[in-house]
């Protein structure tokens, strides 16, 4: 049985390529940071990596890595990760957003089902209701451009039941990007 899971987004913006003179997320690198770190904590030795793959739009244009398998493993890293990635193992890191059409401004641009579909998902996350989760349209999923769909839905399975307790939940740049932990305890 999976002991700990931390949810944190894709954003390419978390990861040092992206980043500007000043952080555009203050608040979200900081709970990533502390989340990870409360993980790596638990788990130094082994820890499993879940994250969408490679998008062929994103492969088309160069791009050789999924965006949440490098957010991860830089995550990780900031946190002094030095054990393996193993698919076994009982500390799990999945990296996914929300829908990315929240706003005018949004990658996507404004789809007013965001709301709704990401208010279900946090909920299913709180909560730790697998079959809220399952229970979301992927074909909707797609057009509101939640690219980690699987990810979310699969994060619902390794929490068991169990509840997310949300560290962030937000959406700058009109993209919804949560930060959670649950654990079994000890």
């Known amino acids: 049985m999976t002991a700990d899971v931390v949810l944190v987004p894709s954003t390419p913006a978390l990861l040092p390529e992206y980043a500007g003179a000043a952080d555009p997320l203050p608040e979200l690198r900081s709970a ?5 770190s409360w993980l ?3 788990h130094p030795t082994a820890l499993r990596l879940v994250a969408a ?10 791009v050789t890595s999924p965006a949440g398998e490098r957010v991860g493993r830089h995550l990780l ?4 990760f030095g054990g393996r ?3 076994g193992a009982e500390g799990v890191l999945v990296v996914a957003n929300g829908t990315a059409k929240r706003t005018e401004k949004a ?3 404004l789809d007013p089902r965001t709301a709704a579909f ?3 998902v946090e909920r299913a996350l709180r909560e ?19 690219h980690d769909f699987a990810v979310l839905v699969a994060l619902g399975d390794l929490l068991g039941g169990r509840p997310l307790e949300l560290d962030y939940s937000g959406d700058p740049y009109g993209v919804q990007y949560w930060v959670g932990r649950a654990t079994c305890g000890s």
Not at 32 to 36: E, F, L, P, T
Not at 77 to 80: H, K, S
Not at 137 to 146: K, M, S, T
């Open 53 to 62: 793959p490679l998008r062929p739009a994103d492969a088309a244009r160069g």
């Open 128 to 146: 730790g209701d697998r079959a809220l989760l399952a229970a979301l349209d992927a074909e909707v999923a797609e057009e509101l451009w939640v």
């Open 77 to 80: 890293g900031e946190a002094g």
């Open 118 to 120: 990401d208010a279900q």
């Open 32 to 36: 990533c940071r502390d989340a990870v």
């Open 107 to 109: 990658p996507g641009h």
């Open 85 to 87: 990635l193993d698919g």
């Open 40 to 42: 790596v904590s638990r």
